[in-house]
């Protein structure tokens, strides 16, 4: 997950065709999808973000790293569109239930998990947001289809961990 992606040389889109343009750009919208997923799976792991983690947690009920994802890109997020399009897919059903955690009626996996273990639990999280996008292309189409990827100067590591840390959103 957060091996980096090469960002594709820049193009001056002078002499070329159609085809050569759409391609630059699908190529484009891979690296930004990839770029976007691992800034957060990087800064959701970084022990400064624990503070703003544990933040959102609520205590005595359920939570999800589905729940806890949605609330710290609703409180943080770099983009609302493309943060939208990652809750979308984070939100994703899957065969196996997601743990719950923190659950009062004794449902959950555990009491109250840690700050390193809810970094854990969310990088795991990115992780199949990443594999729902790069295994299925509705879902990359999905994710893109807005064009919320297409631009450039999405936020990178730095800023989002810095948001984390101090509690400040960044970005649009």
Same mark, same amino acid.
């Given at each position: 997950?957060?091996?980096?992606?090469?960002?594709?040389?820049?193009?001056? !889109?002078?002499?070329?065709?159609?085809?050569?343009?759409?391609?630059? +750009?699908?190529?484009?919208?891979? +690296?930004?999808?990839?770029? !976007?997923?691992?800034?957060?799976?990087?800064?959701?792991?970084?022990?400064?973000?624990?503070?703003?983690?544990?933040?959102?947690?609520? *205590?005595?009920?359920?939570?999800?790293?589905?729940?806890? *994802?949605?609330? *710290?890109?609703?409180?943080?997020?770099?983009?609302?569109?493309?943060?939208?399009?990652?809750?979308?897919?984070?939100?994703?059903?899957?065969?196996?239930?997601?743990?719950? +955690?923190?659950?009062?009626?004794?449902?959950?996996?555990?009491?109250?998990?840690?700050?390193?273990?809810?970094?854990?639990?969310?990088?795991?999280?990115?992780?199949?947001?990443?594999?729902?996008?790069?295994?299925? !292309?509705?879902? !990359?189409?999905?994710?893109?289809?807005?064009?919320?990827?297409?631009?450039?100067?999405?936020?990178?590591?730095?800023?989002?961990?810095?948001?984390?840390?101090?509690?400040?959103?960044?970005?649009?």
């Amino acid at each position: 997950m957060a091996t980096a992606c090469p960002q594709p040389a820049p193009s001056t !889109f002078t002499n070329i065709t159609t085809d050569q343009a759409q391609g630059w +750009y699908g190529v484009w919208n891979v +690296y930004s999808v990839h770029h !976007f997923l691992t800034v957060w799976a990087t800064a959701l792991n970084t022990t400064s973000s624990e503070k703003a983690i544990l933040g959102v947690i609520n *205590l005595g009920v359920a939570n999800t790293a589905t729940t806890v *994802l949605t609330s *710290l890109v609703s409180k943080y997020g770099l983009n609302p569109n493309a943060d939208a399009a990652m809750v979308k897919l984070a939100q994703v059903k899957t065969v196996k239930p997601e743990p719950q +955690y923190g659950n009062r009626h004794g449902n959950g996996q555990s009491s109250n998990p840690t700050g390193a273990q809810w970094r854990a639990i969310l990088y795991a999280k990115m992780q199949s947001v990443s594999d729902l996008v790069a295994g299925n !292309f509705t879902n !990359f189409i999905g994710m893109v289809g807005e064009g919320d990827f297409s631009v450039r100067g999405l936020a990178g590591v730095d800023a989002l961990v810095d948001s984390l840390k101090n509690g400040t959103k960044v970005g649009v």
